[in-house]
């Protein structure tokens, strides 16, 4: 295998581009090699298979649509309530639509997984990785909700992503007087995280300062 990483990351972006637009069936060696602009044949130097090609896809998309870490520092440093939830799903939404591309691969590469086994290991272990990294996330900065949130929210914003990604005209309307998609990433994250959604620090004092022992376990009514 040829071992020049520049080279390599060109075609795997070529691959990415080849399979948001054309689909897995699309995804060959010479359709790569022409979307990268390069000799006929150099694909081949670089992955051994077309399932080699698709699990450097699936390597490569998370690290262009991971958040900028610059971004995340600047949102960390504001107060940690449902505001700065949706601060993160709005960018999340952003950078969904300026990589309109790389999330349309990532859904091909889940249609993919369907067809073959050894993808479909690989990418549920991927896909189960990012979400179980975001509720590490969340519980570590303290934001409002749990795990059960945050795994509520994972739901509402991938099926967001797909209508708007793919047949945004599904939504247009659909609430009236809701913005397509910034309205709507707020209507679910208000739904998931109700007004007064404390973070796990602030439910924990809320236990702190409720009263313990015979005052606490005294019916009601009794002096």
Do not use: C
Not at 141 to 168: F, I, K, Q, R
């Amino acid at each position: 295998m040829a071992s020049n990483p520049e080279r390599r990351a060109a075609l795997v972006d070529a691959g990415v581009e080849v399979l948001a637009r054309e689909g897995a069936r699309g995804l060959t060696f010479r359709a790569v090699d022409a979307e990268a602009g390069v000799p006929v044949g150099t694909a081949s130097n670089y992955f051994t298979d077309r399932a080699d090609l698709l699990r450097q896809i699936d390597t490569r998309l998370h690290v262009r649509l991971a958040p900028d870490p610059d971004v995340v520092a600047g949102l960390m440093t504001r107060p940690k309530d449902r505001s700065l939830v949706t601060a993160f799903m709005h960018d999340l939404m952003a950078r969904a639509t300026r990589d309109r591309t790389g999330y349309l691969a990532l859904m091909e590469l889940r249609l993919e997984a369907t067809r073959r086994p050894e993808l479909l290991a690989s990418y549920t272990k991927s896909v189960r990785g990012d979400l179980e990294e975001a509720m590490e996330f969340h519980r570590t900065a303290g934001l409002p909700g749990g795990d059960e949130s945050v795994a509520v929210l994972y739901l509402a914003m991938l099926g967001l992503l797909l209508e708007h990604l793919t047949l945004p005209g599904v939504l247009e309307g659909v609430l009236p007087g809701v913005g397509v998609p910034d309205g709507l990433v707020e209507r679910i994250v208000t739904t998931v995280l109700p007004e007064g959604s404390g973070s796990p620090e602030d439910r924990h004092q809320e236990d702190r300062d409720r009263p313990t022992g015979q005052d606490r376990d005294r019916p009601t009514g009794q002096g």
